[in-house]
């Protein structure tokens, strides 16, 4: 009895190859909007994506000026649940602030 393990080197192969695949990533976008205060924005970058102040002012200034700000790229749970975090704490003021995720193909 046992649990049969997986033959990880091809017959007559000297050397055991084991290919290794990454976990995919995940881009974050900020978006724009008209309500959403700017110095709301920062400090959820701040306390929910742990970005510095200057560089979250900045990504805060680039959504509020092109609309979208690409704000990092994470795996798929670290991204979810710091989303769903930003989103709670907006929703909790009142304001519309959105977060996107699209996976990071190459
Ligand atoms: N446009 C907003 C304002 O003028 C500020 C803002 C910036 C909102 C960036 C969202 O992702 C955003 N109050």
Redesign the pocket.
């Known amino acids: 009895m046992g649990v049969e393990q997986p033959d990880l080197a091809v017959e007559g192969e000297t050397k055991e190859e084991v290919e290794v695949t990454e976990p995919p990533l995940y881009r974050v976008f900020?978006?724009?909007?008209?309500?959403?205060?700017?110095a709301f924005?920062v400090a959820v970058l701040v306390a929910v994506f742990h970005k510095p102040e200057a560089e979250a002012a900045a990504l805060?200034w680039q959504?509020?000026h092109h609309g979208i700000?690409l704000c990092g790229i994470y795996p798929l749970e670290l991204a979810e649940t710091r989303i769903a975090r930003a989103h709670e704490a907006a929703r909790e003021s009142g304001f519309p602030?959105r977060f996107t995720l699209e996976e990071d193909r190459p």
Do not use: E, I
């Open positions: 900020l978006h724009n909007d008209d309500f959403t205060p700017r924005v805060m959504a509020h700000a602030l």
